[in-house]
């Protein structure tokens, strides 16, 4: 559960070693919630501290989260949630859609045995259940 960040950005504005950083996500009362990040070649990946975050705010799908640089290693989070159903559909439809091409990619790399057959396409009810329907 992790969130992907542009690695120049952390490269530029954040400290730390060259594979990990610590990060305080601030909120507008003040709360500060730290995040380990991550910093993998070109990708840098918010990881310890960003489930509990988005548990904590209860984040959804399709809920816009802004970050903006507000003091080394800082960043100030604003959150504009999804209320529009039809935009919340859409973002299902595409994760469903990634979830069915993951699974061809990885059904078509496996060597099956005892005559087993490749994994059928996921269910949408599946996987709203499954909660990968969810951001993060």
């Not at 530029?12 to 909120?27: K, P, Q």
Request: with cysteine.
């Amino acid at each position: 559960f992790m969130l992907s960040v542009p690695g120049w950005f952390c490269k530029a504005h954040l400290h730390g070693n060259d594979r990990a950083s610590e990060v305080f996500l601030v909120e507008e009362d003040g709360t500060r919630w730290p995040v380990t990040v991550l910093l993998r070649n070109s990708t840098a990946l918010m990881s310890g501290g960003w489930v509990k975050y988005v548990r904590a705010r209860a984040l959804d799908l399709g809920d816009e989260v802004t970050f903006e640089l507000v003091a080394e290693a800082q960043l100030k989070v604003t959150v504009k949630r999804c209320t529009d159903p039809k935009c919340k559909e859409a973002l299902i439809e595409r994760q469903w859609d990634r979830a069915n091409r993951s699974l061809k990619k990885k059904s078509k790399a496996k060597k099956y045995k005892h005559g087993s057959t490749k994994p059928k396409q996921v269910p949408r009810s599946a996987l709203q259940a499954s909660g990968l329907s969810k951001a993060a």
